[in-house]
C-alpha cells in the first residue's frame, strides 16, 4: 500500500485534526488527495458550509510509488485519518471511491490576484459569533408550527450569504474556515489573504485555505476539472 511520510509528527496531527472536523460534519466524508514532490494538498467539502477547503500538507520526501511520481485520488476521509500514525508520522493511502461531483471540479491551481484586504482575525471571529448568535435567537422565536427544516435552511442561508464588508467573500467561508481550524486565535492580520480569479474567492490562512464560487458566477466557471 502506498503511503506518505509526513515532514513531522506535528504535521500528521493537522492532518488527523482536519480529517476529524470534516467527518464531524459529514460522516461518510470523501477528501481528494493531489501529491507531487514534497506537496500533498487534500481537498474536502463540509456539506454544511458549501465551500471548498483545502488543507496543504509537507511530506519528508518527495511522493513515489514505483514509477509514479505523482498521485491524484479520491479516498474515504475515515479511512485516511484511521492510517494515519502520528507518532511514524506516516499515512497510508486507502483505496480510492467512486468521488462525489465536487471532486471533479476544484479551484484553479494558478492565476489568483490579491483581493480586498480583510478585516483582523478577531473581526472575523466576531463576524461568525454574531452570524452564529442571530441564527440561534432567530431559530429559536419560531413557533413551532413553523420551525421546519425548509425555514431553517433560508434563515440560515439569508445570515451566511451576508457578505464580510465589501470584500465578496461570504460569511460562510469564514464560518467554515474557523470551524476547520483554519482560523485560530494565534492567527495574524498578516498571516490572511483573499485571492480571487474569475468566479472564485480564496481565503488563505497558514493552516488551510477556503474555496467558493461568487454568487451567480454559473455563467463564468473558472475551473479546473480533472
Known sequence: MTAFHLADEGEAADLAAFLSRLLHYDRGAAVRLQAAGTALAVFGRPPSFEVLAVRAVRLAKPYENGLDVTLD????????????????????????????????????????????????????????????????????????????????????????SRTVGDTGLPVRAVHAARSLG???????????????RGAWLRLRTPYGAIAVRRPGSLGVLDVSVR
Open 182 to 196: 483554519f482560523l485560530r486565535p494565534s492567527t495574524r492580520s498578516g498571516d490572511l489573504a483573499l485571492l480571487s
Open 73 to 160: 485520488v479520491t479516498v474515504s476521509a475515515g479511512e485516511l485519518l484511521e492510517a494515519v500514525d502520528e507518532n511514524a508520522a506516516t499515512a497510508a493511502v486507502p483505496a480510492a471511491v467512486t468521488g462525489p461531483p465536487w471532486a471533479g471540479v476544484l479551484p484553479p491551481r494558478g492565476g489568483w490576484r490579491t483581493g480586498p484586504a480583510l478585516p483582523p482575525p478577531d473581526a472575523l471571529s466576531a463576524t461568525v459569533g454574531a452570524a452564529v448568535a442571530e441564527f440561534r435567537s432567530r431559530t429559536e422565536e419560531l413557533a413551532a408550527d413553523l420551525r421546519t427544516r425548509a425555514e431553517l435552511d433560508r434563515i440560515g442561508r439569508e445570515i451566511w
